[in-house]
């Protein structure tokens, strides 16, 4: 999949692609094991029979893609807002061998939201998504949304909790990690991979995980938050 050139510009306010990698960073190691291929008590099913219909809440609709047009909305539901589109793939944060500026052309050695210890998150060990950067079309936090606020993927019947972990353009949606990708099986590829339809993002509204980079939290916060809406949806 064609990587969104906006992204250069976009999300927390980076000025500058890295392009200088460490010793040994330039050589792209296997894709790591999924840690699960559904995580959770609840299915992919069961969370998609509740976003069947779209109650829009953003003023406009975003691309998937630079040269897409723009289709998608954010919908709103009880605990949650949702979204159906594409998955790019976002590599950016700390360097890895499998991220670094050899072997994605638009890496950022930033996240718009960072670790514990300060550093950026790391794209190919933790699932996170990828917000639009606040514009006229839908501002996130306004909605309930924050960094760290925990995200249902779906793919493929298959689920994949996630946190908010960077932001990006204002007019394009439907990004996740490496790690998400790579969890749902989608190709995890910067360059080259990711899924061009098919995946559903629910972002719980007012929810956190502390640390962010907690993956084991995110899977049991959201696997109670993705109960509640089952319930209350």
């Not at 392009?19 to 559904?38: D, L, M, Q, Y």
């Not at 289709?71 to 061998?97: E, L």
């Not at 072997?103 to 060990?125: E, M, R, V």
């Amino acid at each position: 999949m064609r990587k969104r050139l906006a992204f250069a510009l976009a999300g927390a306010g980076l000025l500058a692609v890295s392009v200088t990698t460490g010793a040994g960073a330039a050589t792209r190691g296997p894709a790591p094991a999924p840690k699960s291929a559904n995580e959770g008590t609840v299915t992919a099913a069961q969370l998609l029979a509740k976003v069947q219909s779209c109650s829009q809440i953003s003023n406009g609709k975003y691309r998937t893609d630079d040269e897409t047009s723009a289709t998608i909305p954010v919908c709103g539901a009880n605990g949650a807002v949702f979204w159906k589109a594409d998955m790019d793939i976002d590599c950016d944060g700390q360097v890895t061998s499998r991220c670094n500026g050899d072997t994605d052309p638009w890496f950022q050695d930033d996240t718009a939201f960072h670790q514990s210890d300060g550093k950026p998150l790391i794209a190919d060990k933790l699932p996170y998504v990828v917000v639009p950067s606040t514009s006229s079309i839908w501002n996130y936090s306004q909605a309930g949304i924050k960094g760290s606020g925990v995200v249902a993927v779906i793919y493929n019947n298959k689920v994949e909790y996630a946190v908010v972990g960077d932001t990006g353009p204002t007019k394009i949606i439907g990004e996740a990690s490496y790690a998400t990708a790579n969890a749902l099986g989608i190709d995890p590829d910067p360059e080259t991979g990711g899924a061009d339809s098919g995946v559903t993002y629910i972002l719980f509204k007012n929810s956190s995980v502390s640390p962010i980079e907690n993956h084991d939290k995110a899977v049991s916060v959201g696997d109670g938050l993705a109960k509640q809406f089952i319930q209350n949806n």
